[in-house]
């Protein structure tokens, strides 16, 4: 048995509802996957599909007083939504690290960028000596790219650029050397010259720290640079789960379908009409009964049928590991998937 | 950062002369004539010009402002000859009413204003910051709903009323404790007590209820911020959590606020020391008004402007140095 | 002017004056936000303006609508400049260009009925008829694909993508010859960023508008512009036809722009010819000498910090403001463009 055979992390039938006042957002409706070590697992999806809820999740930073949780999380052997809040907090920091998507109000205004990095390797190592701790901090400085950082670990966040101010908050995730990071649109917020900075940091550091990196985006560029496995989430589940280059030359699902064909359209012929797909986001209110993508999609078989009556789970299709939550997967997609956009 | 003080202090001492001369003019112009109340109803005419001229009320007013302002860094003589006098620096003027310069009078009832505004000030931070807090930690529930009652009812019922009620229930109805009769507490330590115990309680819930509300809401607009999720992330217990990020992002505009409210109690609570007949700076106002004793009235109210413009120019520099964003530029 | 042109910008500045004050109180400083930007907007065609946070694109919008006053410079609308007329003259020229904001949300006032907010161009410039304008107000929603008995409805009854179709109706109430989108479809998700895509196209064709489109999204740009300007620290470093500029670059940033947006092919991953810009943007407040672009450039020299390089042709044709234009076409992928 090799160690690559037990996941780092481990989603099972995750489901999370918040309480509003309008009714209760199923924003997770039943996610479930696996994250193995070295691994580049981009979570793709638009606002609405509980991308980010999924991701809080995982260190368990829900507000628990409105949001209900059920379903498993194991890191480590622990599972996060039932451990006590001691160990939570234990493995927050220093195993699953996160960063946000806004560089600029993710640091405390209010303490220098030398201590909010220091503060993240203090909490997991309480008895290091001052001398200790002031070279770790300039030493991960030195490791994210930032210029003169003896003069700069005494300044504070606002005398930062975005890109350098995501750069700290890559510090503080990973000073600690965590085995899984998860990052939450890291690079939405940034210029695109500094996008492909930030990304190629992540990526040489992933190499160097040997981390699993969990990446959630909306961006499939993003996805098509850095990803090994892709999971595509749609309304609170995952309608696909493929290896990258699957995923891009040969979708099983419509709604992969539909994003990659939106894109991918740019490059091409001008006027020609960019592939769509009709209608918006749902409502996670009212949970749809069968497929939740049937509304939008121009496959579904219509009324009676399979598609507006029974939800699909997520089963393999195809011969490379793919997984689709399709009922058509098998049947129409596969066929007209492959030798589709890119030939 | 040093230019940013420096300019904050020169507007101070420009505002400063800006009050003193409007204050004084706007006494200054009121029809009463303060020599004609200088030796009461039965009082002859040439008493009242000797006194006009002695107190130098014959004068223009632009010349009786200058010989104020004068005075406060010199001291002022009065009269000639046998019936002179002076107020030494710093001269705020001579009260006919009470025979007194009106400095002295200020350095009798100042100290109980200043116990009475240190004290419920204390108070009211205590429980204002704790029911705020505990309020915010616990959103939603009874702690809360009360929290925020207790905010709304505080911030709507008058001093005057509440005082009151206080001052009879617990003296004369229940006779928990005697009549309030001050005494410096360096004299008679218990009866000070006794005496400001009142005021103190009153003063403070009635204040505290508003900073209740700032704590409250400061805490729960800092909990959803950024910052915060990620010091939960780094792993951080919560206790950490509150103080380090949350409290120190709600309290800046609470601290800033608390200064100018604490000034404003040191110019005089005249309600609560009316109500419960404290011989501080406030009771002396009104019944400076009462009696017509304008220059003690001139004299209260420069010492209170002092005092907020004062605290104005603190909490301004203040601010600069509890948030980096402001002392520190991009 | 040659009837060819719908808008053409000349020379145009905005200044804005630093927080930082002296003693007195005077701005000492200044935030060169558009620093001399000439562009031509041809009819009937859309110009796209592409530039990273801080280049001066959005404020540039706003200047050449006249929402901001310019600090010099001209705006000429079918000959006529716009920055030398005011009062009844100006508020005529403002029916001929229009604007589109980038924030479905914030663009729509809440408290207004869509049918309100549609027909408000009508109202504010003295044209509205009560009987005529819900017909016309129901006409231009069918137009932008809304569903014309909705006109009741209020803005947060609708989705992301539909409000940006209501911006986009109103933005045609007073049948413009020119509108001016400034990010319409940043703030929309994906799926939803090609149906107004399609949209706008569809509008531009069948009314024949010219467009000015500005946006960070060099991939949106490309599909829908026939023009592109690209911006840096608030002056136009290249400008030229679509397909030139995004083939052969001949401007090092853009090179270097192209080249940091990832290719949508997993395949592609791991291609030798990626530029990667080192450094951060410099302050608008104080530029770099010469040209502006030499504090990040991989071959600047001298002769770039003291001379700045005017925007004109080079050797190729292509109009950039560089002393040493690129040469070699772009390729970021494994196999050639």
Redesign the interface.
């Given at each position: 048995m090799t160690e690559n055979s037990v996941p780092v992390l481990s989603v099972q039938n995750l489901r999370v509802s918040f309480d509003t006042q309008d009714g209760t957002v199923h924003a997770v409706d039943g996610v479930s996957f696996d994250a193995y070590a070295g691994e580049t697992i981009c979570i793709v999806g638009?606002?609405g599909s509980g991308k980010s809820v999924m991701a809080s999740s995982i260190?368990r930073?829900n507000n628990s007083?409105t949001a209900t949780t059920e379903g498993r999380i194991l890191v480590k052997g622990l599972d996060v939504l039932s451990a006590s809040e001691e160990e939570v907090?234990?493995?927050?920091?220093?195993e699953v690290?996160?960063i946000?998507q806004?560089p600029m109000?993710?640091?405390?205004?209010?303490?220098t960028v030398g201590k909010q990095i220091a503060?993240?390797y203090v909490?997991?190592h309480p008895g290091a000596s001052k001398h200790e701790i002031h070279d770790v901090v300039l030493a991960m400085m030195i490791k994210v790219g930032i210029?003169s950082p003896e003069k700069r670990i005494d300044?504070?966040p606002?005398?930062f650029?975005?890109?350098?101010r995501q750069r700290i908050?890559i510090a503080?995730a990973l000073i600690n050397n965590p085995k899984i990071l998860i990052a939450d649109e890291p690079t939405t917020a940034l210029?695109?010259?500094?996008?492909?900075?930030i990304?190629?940091l992540m990526m040489s550091l992933q190499k160097e720290f040997g981390m699993t990196i969990i990446l959630i985006t909306?961006?499939?560029?993003?996805?098509?640079?850095v990803?090994q496995d892709v999971i595509v989430m749609y309304a609170g589940h995952i309608v696909e789960q493929s290896h990258?280059?699957a995923l891009?030359?040969a979708p099983t699902h419509p709604y992969s379908w539909?994003?990659?064909g939106?894109?991918?359209?740019?490059?091409d012929n001008?006027?020609g009409?960019?592939?769509?797909?009709?209608g918006?986001?749902p409502s996670l209110i009212s949970l749809a009964v069968g497929c939740s993508f049937h509304p939008r999609c121009a496959h579904s078989k219509g009324e009676g049928s399979v598609c507006m009556t029974v939800s699909p789970s997520l089963r393999s299709v195809g011969s490379d590991g793919s997984r689709s939550a399709c009922h058509l997967a098998d049947d129409v997609l596969v066929s007209v998937g492959r030798g589709g956009f890119?030939s | 950062m040093f230019l940013f003080v420096v300019r904050r202090l020169f507007f101070a001492v420009v505002l400063l002369l800006a009050v003193s001369v409007f204050t004084y003019l706007l006494f200054a112009l009121l029809p009463t004539d303060p020599a004609a109340l200088t030796c009461g109803i039965h009082c002859k005419p040439e008493t009242v010009l000797a006194n006009r001229i002695r107190l130098g009320y014959d004068k223009p007013v632009l010349e009786q402002y200058w010989q104020f302002l004068r005075g406060i860094f010199v001291g002022r003589d009065y009269g000639l000859g046998q019936t002179a006098f002076s107020c030494p620096a710093p001269s705020l003027g001579y009260s006919f009413n009470q025979h007194a310069c009106v400095t002295s009078l200020i350095g009798e009832t100042f100290p109980v204003t200043a116990f009475l505004a240190i004290g419920a000030f204390i108070l009211w931070m205590i429980i204002g910051i704790g029911v705020g807090a505990i309020a915010a930690l616990n959103k939603g529930k009874w702690q809360d709903r009360f929290a925020t009652g207790f905010a709304a009812v505080g911030v709507s019922l008058p001093t005057f009323y509440i005082g009151l009620l206080v001052l009879f229930s617990v003296v004369i109805w229940f006779q928990i404790l005697p009549f309030p009769s001050y005494e410096a507490p360096l004299d008679n330590f218990s009866a000070f007590i006794t005496a400001m115990i009142l005021p103190w309680l009153v003063l403070a819930v009635l204040s505290a209820a508003s900073y209740t509300r700032l704590t409250r809401n400061g805490m729960l607009e800092a909990m959803n911020e950024d910052f915060v999720r990620l010091g939960v992330a780094k792993g951080l217990r919560l206790r950490v959590i509150l103080r380090r990020y949350v409290m120190r992002q709600a309290l800046i505009p609470i601290v800033t606020i608390a200064g100018l409210d604490f000034a404003g109690l040191l110019g005089g609570a005249i309600i609560t020391e009316s109500v419960f007949s404290l011989p501080g700076m406030g009771r002396m106002s009104i019944r400076a008004v009462v009696d017509s004793d304008l220059p003690v009235l001139v004299g209260t109210t420069m010492v209170a402007a002092v005092f907020i413009v004062v605290a104005n120019v603190i909490v301004d520099i203040a601010y600069g140095f509890l948030d980096p964003r402001v002392r520190v530029s991009s | 002017m040659s009837s060819e042109i719908a808008l053409q910008a000349v020379d145009l500045v905005k200044h804005f004056p630093t927080g930082s004050k002296g003693l007195l109180g005077r701005a000492d400083k200044n935030v060169r936000a558009v620093d001399g930007v000439s562009f031509t907007l041809r009819k009937g065609k859309t110009l796209g303006i592409v530039g990273e946070s801080g280049c001066g694109k959005s404020t540039l919008a706003r200047v050449v609508t006249r929402l901001i006053e310019p600090t010099s410079g001209n705006v000429l609308l079918d000959g006529v400049d716009i920055t030398k007329t005011s009062g009844k003259d100006l508020r005529r020229l403002r029916r001929q260009m229009q604007m589109i904001f980038q924030d479905p949300v914030s663009s729509l006032n809440p408290r207004h009925s869509v049918g309100q907010i549609i027909a408000m161009p009508l109202r504010v410039q003295g044209l509205l008829d009560e009987a005529d304008s819900i017909e016309r107000v129901k006409e231009l929603m069918q137009l932008v694909g809304l569903n014309p008995e909705h006109f009741n409805r209020y803005p947060h009854e609708f989705s992301g993508g539909q409000r940006q179709r209501i911006g986009i109706g109103r933005s045609l109430a007073l049948n413009p010859t020119v509108i001016i989108a400034d990010e319409p479809v940043s703030a929309l998700d994906v799926s939803v960023q090609a149906q107004i895509l399609n949209l706008l196209e569809r509008l531009q064709t069948g009314l024949g508008l010219s467009m000015i489109f500005i946006a960070h999204d060099l991939s949106v740009v490309r599909h829908i512009a026939d023009d592109v300007a690209v911006m840096y620290l608030g002056k136009i470093v290249e400008i030229g036809p679509a397909e030139d500029v995004y083939s052969r670059p001949a401007h090092p940033y853009t090179k270097a722009l192209l080249s940091a947006v990832p290719i949508h092919d997993p395949s592609e991953r791991g291609g030798t010819g990626r530029i990667r810009l080192v450094g951060d943007v410099p302050s608008p407040i104080d530029p770099p000498s010469g040209c502006r672009f030499r504090t990040r450039c991989w071959k600047a020299t001298d002769l770039c910090g003291a001379i700045e390089p005017p925007l004109q042709a080079d050797a190729s044709g292509r109009i950039v403001a560089c002393h040493f234009p690129e040469e070699t076409p772009l390729t970021i992928g494994k196999s050639p463009e």
């Open positions: 638009e606002s260190m930073l007083s907090r234990g493995i927050r920091g220093s690290a996160m946000f806004d109000s993710a640091l405390n205004p209010y303490f503060e993240a909490v997991h210029p300044e504070y606002h005398q650029s975005g890109g350098m908050v503080i210029d695109v010259t500094v996008q492909a900075q990304l190629d909306h961006d499939l560029g993003v996805v098509a640079e990803a990258v280059d891009f030359h539909g994003l990659l939106s894109v991918a359209s740019y490059g001008k006027r009409g960019l592939v769509t797909i009709s918006s986001p890119r | - | -």
